[in-house]
C-alpha cells in the first residue's frame, strides 16, 4: 500500500480561514470594551484589566513596602506605643524618607490614567424617574476598580509623610466617589486618620461622626480601619477608657501576631497607666505569649514581672535572664527592671548597683538609659546628695522623650538642681574642713597618714597597670558563672571590670573615632571622671607633689582663729543659698525647714541670721504648723525686739496681717509698674518707695520690685546706678525668673552701650527672653515683613473662655459668609506655643488682609461674637516659631498695638 507524504500546507490554510472568521468578531469584541465607551460590557472589561494587570503590581509593591518596613521598624517600649508604627507623626516611626511608595504610586497613577471612564453612559427614556439611572448619571469615575487606585495613591502619601498631598487626594475622592458610600466612608476615615495627626481633633471627630451616621456597609467591611482610627482619636484626645474598648475590638480582628502582640502591649501600658495592675499584667502576658519578636517579648516579660504583686519574687527571674545570651542586645532594659525590682522590696545600694549596670550595658543613648539616670537622681535627691542628683538629672533630661512620664519631674528638678550643685560642693568641702580642723591632732594626723598610704597605694597599682595587660575575661570571675551569658563582651561585670581597668591606666577618653592623626589633639592629659562626684571625693585635696606629706595637706585646713571664722562664713552663705534653691524653685520644704534649723543652731553670728529666723516663721506659717509658729514668733521677738518686723509679729494673729500686707504690697507693685509703663516713673518711684517702707511684702515681690526700681533710673539718665542696683540683684537673687532679662540689660550696659528710652519689662518677669531692650543693640527677636510678603493672620482668644468647636464655628461661618471669592486655610496653634486660637493663611495681597481684619473687627463682624479679649494680629512666616504665651505681650509691643 503507498503511502502519501504529509504536509502542513492544509492545515495552514485551515488556519488562516478560522482567524479570518474570528478577526472581525475580535474587533467587535475590543471595540464594545473600549475605555472610550460607556457600557455595562466595557466597564467590565476595563474593571478586569485593572484589577489584574497594573492594579495589581501597585497593590503588591504597596504591601512589600509596608511589610517590609513594619517589621524592620524598631521601637522604644519604655513610651507608649502607637497603634501604627509606621504613621509619620508617632512615636517610634522610621524617617518618613524611608517609606518610599514611589512605585505604588506610579503604577495606581498609570491605571487611573489608562482605564479610567469618565464618559456619561447612554440615557434611556425616562432615565430620571430611575434613582438607578440618576445615581450612574451622576457618578465621575465608572471603572468601579480605579476607587482601590485612589485610596492606594492617599495611603501612600500618607505613610510617606506627605500630609498635604495626602489631604488633597483624600478630599478629591470625596469628590469623586460622593454617590458611592463605601468608598466615601473609607476616604473619611483616612480622613479622620490624618486629622488626628495633625493636632485637628475637632475635624477628625466630625469625619468619624459622618461615618457613624451614615450607617454604611464601612463598619462591616472595614472594621479594623474604623477602630483603628476611633482609638487614634481617642488616644490623641486622651481618653483611654473610650481607647481601650476600640482596642478590644481591634485585638479580636488582628490577624498579624506582631501588631496583635503590639495591641496588647498598649492594652496593658494604658491599663497600667489608670493603675488596674492585674488587667495590666494579664494584657503584657498575652503580649508576651503573641509576640514573634524577641524584643516586644522580652519587654513583655519584664513588664509582667513588675506588676507581680510581690515585688521581690521578681528578683531572681531578672537575674536569670541578665545572663542569657539571647537577650544581651536588650540587657539595659533587664537591669532597669531589675533595679525597680530592688527599690520596690527596698534594696535601695542593690537598686543602685543594677542602675550602674543599666547605663554601662546599654548599646545606644535610649529612653531607658533616661530612666536609669532619672531613678539614680532620685535616689541622690533622697539621699540629699545634690551635685549628684544635678548630674544625673541633667544626662537623662536631653535623653527623655517630652512624652515620658518623667520628662515633666525632670524639666521642674533639673534647672534648680543645677543651681544647687555650686553651693552644696562648696557646703560639703568647707564643712569636711571644719570638722577636720576640730579634730585633736593625733586623730588629725592618723587620718591624714591614711590618705598618704591610700595615694601611695594608688600609686603602686597605676605602675603596675602599665607594665602588665589587662585581660578581665582571663581572671576568676569569668568563670563557670558568667559561661551562660557567651563571650566577655556579653556579661557586664567583665565590661564594667575592662572600663574601670582602661580608666585607671589612661583616663576618661571621651568616645570618638578619631584615628585619623589630623583630627587628634595634641594633649595626653586624661580628663576628669564625670562620674565622680565632690560628695564621693576625699574631704583633703590631694597634693599635686609626687611625695605628699603631712604639710601639704594641713595647707588645707583652717587651723588658725581668722581662718576658721570665715570659712564657716563661707559655710553659713552656702547653706543660706541652699536653702533658698530648695525652697524656690525645687519645693523641698523639709529639707529647707532643717537647713534653717541648723543655720540657727551653729550660726549664732551669721549676718543674715535675723533673716533665717523669720523665713523660718514664714515657712511653718505656709505648712500649716501653727504651733510651731507661734513658737517660732515668740522666739523672734526674743532674739530680735528692735527688729522694724518685731511690731508686725507683735500681734497674735500672725497669718491675718501677713495676708493684707501681701495683698497690700502686691497692690503697690501693679500700681508701680502701670505707671512706669505708662511712662509715669516719678509716680512709679513714688509707689516703689511705699512698697519698700512696708514691714513685709511678698518674697517673690522683692526681686520683681528691685529690678523696677533700678529701671526708673533711666529717666534721670543715672545709668551708673541703674549698673549698681543690676548687679546687687544678680548677687541677692541669683536664682530669680528674672535673671535672664537682668543679665541680658546688664551685659549691653557694660559693653557701653547707651539706653534711649527706658526698657519694658513683662509683667510676668518669667520670660526668658527680654522685651524690647531700648539700647542701641537691645533689639526685638520679632522680624519685620521682608519686601513682598504677604503675611498670614492669627486669631487669639482666652484659654477656657469659650469651646474650641465654637470658636472654629464662628470664624468658618464669617469667611464662608464674607470672604467666598477667597480660598483660605485655617489651622490650629501648636499647643507647645501656650496659645489658643488659629491661622489664617490664603490672603492674595495684603491689602486683602487689611480687608478682612477691617471686616472682622466691624461690629456686625466676627470679633464681636467671640469671648472678649480675642485678638486678630498678623503674622509673618519668620515670626511665626517666636510667637508663644509668654512672647505674646513683646510681639503687641513689636506691632505697636
Not at 310 to 325: A, E, F, N, V, Y
Request: positive net charge; aromatic residues 8%.
Amino acid at each position: 500500500m503507498s503511502q502519501h507524504p504529509t504536509t502542513t500546507q492544509g492545515q495552514g490554510r485551515t488556519w488562516l480561514r478560522a482567524s479570518a472568521l474570528a478577526l472581525p468578531f475580535l474587533i467587535l469584541l475590543f471595540g464594545a470594551c473600549s475605555r472610550q465607551l460607556n457600557t455595562p460590557s466595557s466597564r467590565t472589561w476595563q474593571a478586569f484589566l485593572t484589577q489584574y494587570n497594573v492594579l495589581y503590581n501597585a497593590r503588591e509593591a504597596y504591601e512589600t513596602t509596608y511589610q517590609t518596613a513594619f517589621e524592620s521598624v524598631s521601637e522604644d517600649y519604655a513610651l507608649r506605643l502607637p497603634i501604627d508604627p509606621l504613621l509619620p507623626s508617632t512615636s517610634g516611626a522610621p524617617p518618613t524618607s524611608s517609606l518610599r511608595f514611589t512605585r505604588t504610586i506610579d503604577k495606581a497613577r498609570k491605571a487611573i490614567e489608562e482605564h479610567s471612564i469618565t464618559r456619561k453612559p447612554p440615557r434611556p427614556p425616562h432615565w430620571r424617574s430611575d434613582p438607578k439611572a440618576v445615581r450612574l448619571q451622576d457618578k465621575t469615575e465608572y471603572n468601579p476598580a480605579l476607587s482601590e487606585a485612589w485610596l492606594l495613591i492617599a495611603r501612600s502619601q500618607l505613610y510617606s509623610g506627605d500630609l498635604t498631598a495626602a489631604h488633597t487626594t483624600l478630599l478629591d475622592l470625596l469628590h469623586r466617589y460622593a454617590t458611592e458610600p463605601h468608598v466615601r466612608d473609607v476616604a473619611r476615615l483616612y480622613l479622620a486618620r490624618l486629622y488626628t495627626l495633625r493636632g485637628q481633633l475637632f475635624e477628625a471627630e466630625e469625619e468619624l461622626t459622618h461615618v457613624r451616621r451614615a450607617r454604611g456597609e464601612v463598619l462591616r467591611h472595614e472594621p479594623r480601619l474604623y477602630h483603628t482610627a476611633a482609638a487614634e482619636l481617642a488616644l490623641a484626645r486622651g481618653a483611654d477608657s473610650i481607647a481601650l474598648q476600640h482596642l478590644d475590638t481591634l485585638v479580636g480582628k488582628e490577624p498579624s501576631a506582631l501588631q496583635r502582640a503590639r495591641l496588647h502591649f498598649l492594652r496593658g501600658q494604658i491599663l497600667e497607666a489608670k493603675g488596674a495592675r492585674q488587667e495590666a499584667r494579664t494584657a503584657f502576658a498575652q503580649a508576651e505569649r503573641v509576640s514573634p519578636l524577641p524584643a516586644l517579648e522580652l519587654a513583655a516579660q519584664l513588664r509582667t514581672l513588675s506588676l507581680a504583686p510581690q515585688p521581690d519574687k521578681g528578683i531572681r527571674p531578672l537575674r536569670r535572664l541578665s545572663r542569657l545570651h539571647r537577650y544581651a542586645p536588650h540587657r539595659s532594659a533587664i537591669y532597669l527592671a531589675l533595679a525597680q525590682a530592688l527599690l520596690g522590696s527596698g534594696q535601695r545600694e542593690e537598686a543602685r548597683t543594677a542602675l550602674r549596670q543599666c547605663i554601662d550595658s546599654a548599646q545606644r543613648q535610649s529612653t531607658t538609659v533616661a530612666e536609669a539616670y532619672t531613678r539614680l537622681g532620685q535616689l541622690a535627691l533622697e539621699d540629699k546628695r545634690y551635685p549628684e542628683a544635678a548630674e544625673a538629672f541633667n544626662k537623662a533630661y536631653p535623653l527623655l522623650p517630652a512624652q515620658h512620664s518623667d520628662y515633666p519631674t525632670v524639666e521642674r528638678l533639673r534647672p534648680g538642681l543645677l543651681q544647687l550643685s555650686p553651693y552644696a560642693r562648696t557646703a560639703h568641702r568647707t564643712d569636711s574642713l571644719l570638722r577636720l580642723a576640730s579634730l585633736p591632732t593625733p586623730t588629725l594626723y592618723h587620718y591624714i597618714d591614711s590618705l598618704i598610704a591610700q595615694r601611695a597605694d594608688a600609686d603602686k597599682k597605676k605602675e603596675k597597670l602599665k607594665t602588665e595587660v589587662i585581660l578581665p575575661f582571663g581572671s576568676a570571675s569569668s568563670s563557670a558563672a558568667n559561661k551562660s551569658a557567651g563571650s566577655y563582651f556579653d556579661s557586664p561585670e567583665q565590661i564594667a571590670l575592662g572600663r574601670t581597668a582602661f580608666r585607671q591606666r589612661w583616663g576618661m577618653r571621651p568616645l570618638t573615632d578619631d584615628w585619623n592623626r589630623s583630627q587628634r589633639t595634641g594633649s595626653l592629659v586624661p580628663s576628669p571622671d564625670p562620674q565622680r562626684t565632690e560628695g564621693d571625693s576625699l574631704p583633703l585635696a590631694s597634693p599635686s607633689t609626687d611625695a605628699p606629706d603631712r604639710a601639704a595637706y594641713l595647707r588645707d585646713l583652717p587651723l588658725t582663729p581668722t581662718a576658721r571664722t570665715a570659712m564657716s562664713d563661707t559655710l553659713a552663705s552656702a547653706l543660706f543659698a541652699m536653702a533658698s534653691i530648695l525652697d524656690s524653685p525645687l519645693q523641698r520644704l523639709n529639707e529647707v525647714g532643717a537647713l534653717y534649723t541648723r543655720l540657727l543652731r551653729e550660726f549664732p553670728h551669721f549676718a543674715l541670721r535675723e533673716e533665717v529666723a523669720y523665713r523660718q516663721l514664714l515657712l511653718a506659717l505656709r505648712t500649716g504648723r501653727d504651733a510651731k509658729a507661734e513658737g517660732l514668733r515668740l522666739s523672734y521677738l526674743r532674739d530680735f525686739p528692735s527688729s522694724p518686723r518685731a511690731h508686725l509679729l507683735r500681734s497674735p494673729d500672725v497669718r491675718h496681717t501677713l495676708t493684707a500686707l501681701a495683698t497690700r504690697s502686691t497692690q503697690l507693685y501693679d500700681t508701680a509698674y502701670e505707671a512706669y509703663r505708662s511712662g509715669d516713673l516719678s509716680q512709679a518711684r513714688h509707689t516703689l518707695t511705699q512698697l519698700d517702707s512696708l514691714p513685709y511684702h511678698d518674697d517673690e515681690l522683692r526681686p520683681k520690685a528691685l529690678l523696677l526700681t533700678a529701671l526708673t533710673e533711666v529717666q534721670s539718665g543715672n545709668e551708673a546706678q541703674l549698673r549698681d542696683q543690676l548687679e546687687t540683684f544678680i548677687q541677692q537673687y541669683p536664682q530669680a525668673e528674672l535673671m535672664p532679662y537682668v543679665t541680658h540689660l546688664l551685659t549691653g550696659l557694660r559693653a557701653g552701650r547707651k539706653l534711649t528710652t527706658a526698657p519694658t519689662l513683662h509683667h510676668t518677669g518669667a520670660s526668658a527672653l527680654p522685651d524690647t531692650a531700648t539700647t542701641e543693640d537691645f533689639t526685638s527677636p520679632f522680624t519685620p515683613l521682608q519686601r513682598g510678603e504677604v503675611p498670614s493672620l492669627v486669631l487669639l482668644y482666652p484659654e477656657g473662655s469659650s469651646p474650641r468647636h465654637e470658636v472654629y464655628f464662628a470664624l468658618m461661618s464669617f469667611i464662608y459668609s464674607t470672604f467666598t471669592q477667597w480660598t483660605l486655610r485655617v489651622s490650629p496653634l501648636p499647643t507647645e506655643s501656650g496659645l489658643a486660637g488659629y491661622f489664617i493663611e490664603g490672603f492674595p495681597t495684603a491689602s486683602d488682609l487689611t480687608t478682612f481684619r477691617r471686616k472682622a473687627s466691624a461690629p456686625t463682624g466676627l470679633l464681636p461674637t467671640l469671648p472678649t479679649g480675642t485678638l486678630l494680629l498678623p503674622l509673618s512666616s519668620a515670626n511665626r516659631p517666636l510667637l508663644t504665651s509668654q512672647s505674646l505681650p513683646a510681639y503687641r509691643t513689636f506691632l505697636g498695638e
